[in-house]
């Protein structure tokens, strides 16, 4: 047995007039929850926008059109709700950090501008293969020893010898290698 759906849902010219007879009644709906006009017509086009994507889902024997755009309208605005909740406690979290000032800034400022050469060294070790890779960074930039390198990721000291060797041999002729970032 095939179920009857609204003719809005698929022609067109019938989901215009659809939109015509209900969207001052959505309106109002809306302007009696909310008292921002632009927020109201966001909501409205939101609430139309839903019922094109959902207009399959309506089933005039189970309650009248407008019951179920008002069900709409109401699921539209409790997602918005939830959604601009969710951004007030976030501003919230963030607005309780403290401020930077212009010395913080400038602290942080030179950091990033002294960590660049290892930034640049992070980028050209991406290109290497994943084993040389973490026994260079444990070695060269987390100053472990090759045998501590090696316990970290649980291989043998001498297979860690041997990545980082072929890790340096690899990234030699970079310019940063031979500024003494990685050695």
């Keep these: 047995m095939r179920r009857k759906q609204a003719e809005f849902a698929t022609d067109i010219g019938?989901?215009?007039?659809?939109?015509?007879?209900?969207?001052?009644?959505?309106t109002r709906f809306l302007a009696r929850r909310?008292?921002?006009?632009?927020?109201?017509?966001?909501?409205?086009?939101?609430?139309?926008?839903?019922?094109?994507e959902s207009a399959h889902t309506y089933r005039p024997e189970r309650g009248s059109e407008v019951a179920w755009l008002y069900g709409v309208a109401r699921n539209t605005l409790s997602a918005e709700r939830r959604?601009?909740?969710?951004?007030?406690?976030?501003?919230?979290?963030?607005?309780?950090?403290?401020?930077?000032d212009s010395d913080d800034i400038s602290r942080v400022e030179?950091?990033?501008?002294?960590?660049r050469p290892a930034r640049r060294a992070f980028q050209a070790m991406a290109e290497l293969p994943e084993g040389e890779r973490a026994v260079l960074e444990l070695v060269v930039m987390d100053q472990l020893t090759v045998t501590e390198a090696a316990a970290a990721l649980g291989i043998r000291s001498g297979t860690a010898m041997v990545r980082l060797h072929r890790a340096r041999r690899t990234l030699k002729d970079l310019p940063f290698v031979t500024e003494g970032i990685i050695v």
């Design 14 to 26: 019938a989901f215009e007039a659809f939109y015509r007879r209900h969207v001052d009644g959505v």
């Design 110 to 115: 030179k950091r990033i501008d002294a960590e």
């Design 83 to 100: 959604r601009a909740l969710r951004e007030s406690q976030l501003t919230d979290r963030v607005s309780r950090r403290r401020p930077l």
């Design 34 to 52: 909310v008292d921002d006009p632009h927020q109201v017509a966001d909501l409205v086009a939101d609430v139309f926008l839903a019922v094109m």
